[in-house]
């Protein structure tokens, strides 16, 4: 009699539930849906595998923002082996978040309160030697990523509900001022999470029932860096790509049009136009199909890409000014829907397609 076999387990006492293949980096080895079979009843995380010591720059960033609303929370992170052959640039820059061994628990080794981390206790854990590869184990979001939701939208030609954009504005602009400002906490250096995109803002089931829609987090700290690290040398350290980003990629959510391809598949009469008058008829479909969207929603996308007349260089908001700005139009517009009966979120609203 055939029995199936046991699901294979990874290192900290994990059980693989799904491979979810690989995704991102150079240095991805897989991801992977796991359960904590410690927990009861078990937990769904993320395990994201990668090689051994590359790492050092992700993990102690993900470390100082354990806490913080609106971040992907790690929840562990599995070693190859122990500092000794812990890659030499990672104990540099482990040394340099104060770290000594790596069989300390996370408050210790990456300065992080220890009230935020007492629940969980994270802890980075020692395994063999033998095996090349690093363990990063991280929140779950169960609702995939919002470039799957903006490609499930694209496909039927239905737009994303504005309510929903605002939702997801909000929530990243201020994961993104918790990074930068470290929102008090002491002694905090700046960090710049330079990757923010689709595929990077995740999206989870409500926690609470009153929440109307789920719980959205930025993710993938693997570009991330500290104000004062040197890259190549340089210090290239520029907290307002990461507000550009965000503009631009909530831009590209907004957007419901289909690929150029798709365009012409619909349209046949435009294999007969040259590619200047294809891309000034694509061009004026692009600018029309963001009136379907709020004068107050564009003027946040026009804050986030500013540039300086003078010199053409980005002059965008900082982060803070973004939280502020989209709370104050978001305060207006329903302040104005309350004096004149509108409905504007239904308006411009829908179902969203999980």
């Known amino acids: 009699m055939q029995t199936n076999p046991e699901p294979a387990t990874l290192p900290g006492g994990y059980r693989i539930i799904r491979d979810l293949g690989k995704q991102g980096g150079f240095f991805n080895k897989g991801i992977h849906l796991v359960e904590n079979i410690h927990e009861d009843p078990p937990r769904l995380m993320i395990c994201k595998t990668v090689e051994s010591g590359t790492p050092y720059r992700e993990v102690p960033i993900l470390f100082r923002l354990r806490g913080f609303s609106f971040i992907n929370q790690i929840v562990d992170f ?26 300390k628990p996370a408050y210790q080794m990456f300065g992080v309160p220890r009230s935020l981390t007492d629940s969980a206790q994270p802890y980075v ?55 930068h400002t470290g929102l008090g906490r002491q002694g905090w250096r700046a960090i710049r999470h330079g990757d923010v995109d689709l595929g990077n803002i995740l999206l989870a089931s409500p926690v609470d029932e009153d929440m109307l829609y789920p719980k959205v987090m930025l993710a993938d700290f693997g ?29 590209t959510a907004a957007d419901s049009l ?67 700005m989209i709370e104050a139009l978001h305060n207006k517009m329903r302040i104005a829907e309350a004096l004149d009966g509108r409905t504007m979120f239904h308006e411009h609203g829908g179902e969203l397609m999980f």
């Open 78 to 103: 599995v070693p190859c082996a122990t500092d000794t052959d812990f890659s030499s640039m990672a104990k540099q820059e482990m040394q340099h978040h104060s770290v000594g061994s790596l069989n």
């Open 125 to 179: 854990q020692e395994v063999s030697p033998s095996n090349k590869t690093d363990h990063i184990y991280l929140e779950y979001a169960d609702l995939g990523s919002l470039a799957e939701l903006t490609e499930r939208h694209r496909a039927k030609g239905v737009r994303i509900p504005e309510s929903f954009l605002w939702h997801v504005f909000l929530s990243i602009a201020k994961a993104l001022k918790a990074c």
């Open 223 to 251: 570009c991330a860096v500290e104000a004062g690290w040197l890259l190549g040398g340089e210090h290239l350290f520029d907290l307002s790509d990461d507000v550009a980003s965000l503009g631009r990629t909530m831009r």
């Open 258 to 324: 289909p690929t150029r391809k798709v365009l012409i598949e619909r349209n046949p009469h435009m294999r007969t136009m040259s590619q200047e008058q294809c891309t000034r008829v694509w061009r004026k479909m692009y600018e029309d199909d963001l009136k379907g969207y709020s004068a107050e929603f564009s003027k946040l996308l026009d804050a986030c890409n500013r540039k300086n007349p003078q010199t053409g260089l980005p002059d965008c908001l900082t982060s803070t000014e973004l939280v502020n």
